[in-house]
T-cell receptor, first 119, second 116 residues
């Protein structure tokens, strides 16, 4: 079955600390897509990154970086030099489509990690 | 950047009443979705819609729920007889293509539904 696990429910750090949010996924598909979304206190879902299963290259975008490891089925997210504005709930998600159907597929979300960055 | 627009941002209703949540997806998008998030929980898939019909639906999406694209721009979610457990944030989302390429799902800001 397809599943996304974010074992860290809440993380609290002090500004300027680095923080890593863990994501472990389960899928039998050989081709799949992984995502991270940010949900600030205002409630909207903000897209951060998409990673295709055939592209294991890690990515850096400013203070954000992502470590994709197929061998351990993990897609971890690191914020370097955290800031108060990074305080939010972060969701890891797996895109899955049932084989052989005309389905559009769906995102399967993890439980989310609440990150609190204190000044 | 183009946006998915949802109205209203908050909706309060009495149990048993019908509600319609409205969404305007991004104009050139072809795939539409509804997700919901019960307070403090993860985001859950409800239904996807393509080519004027439901493509896939979850077990949550029972006969009380329906979706419609009444014109070329709106995408609505109707709950016929609301229950207390329908209280949640409902997100509309759209994408241009079918995820085979570098598609990402654009989410609206959500409608917070409170059933009293």
């Amino acid at each position: 079955a397809q599943k996304v696990t974010q074992a860290q429910t809440e993380i609290s750090v002090v500004e300027k600390e680095d923080v890593t949010l863990d994501c472990v996924y389960e899928t039998r598909d050989t081709t799949y897509y992984l995502f991270w979304y940010k949900q600030p206190p205002s409630g909207e879902l903000v897209f951060l990154i998409r990673r295709n299963s055939f592209d294991e290259q890690n990515e850096i975008s400013g203070r954000y970086s992502w470590n994709f490891q197929k061998s351990t089925s993990s897609f971890n997210f690191t914020i370097t030099a955290s800031q108060v504005v990074d305080s939010a709930v972060y969701f890891c998600a797996l895109f899955w489509r049932a084989f052989g159907s005309g389905n559009t597929g769906k995102l399967i979300f993890g439980q989310g990690t609440t990150l609190q960055v204190k000044p | 950047e183009p946006e998915v627009t949802q109205t209203p941002s908050h909706q309060v209703t009495q149990m048993g009443q019908e509600v319609i949540l409205r969404c305007v997806p991004i104009s050139n998008h072809l795939y539409f979705y509804w997700y919901r998030q019960i307070l403090g929980q993860k985001v859950e898939f409800l239904v996807s819609f393509y080519n004027n019909e439901i493509s896939e639906k979850s077990e949550i999406f029972d006969d009380q729920f329906s979706v419609e694209r009444p014109d070329g721009s709106n995408f609505t979610l109707k709950i016929r007889s609301t229950k207390l457990e329908d209280s949640a944030m409902y997100f509309c989302a759209s994408s241009e293509g079918s995820f085979a390429t570098n598609e990402k799902l654009f989410f609206g800001s959500g409608t917070q539904l409170s059933v009293l």
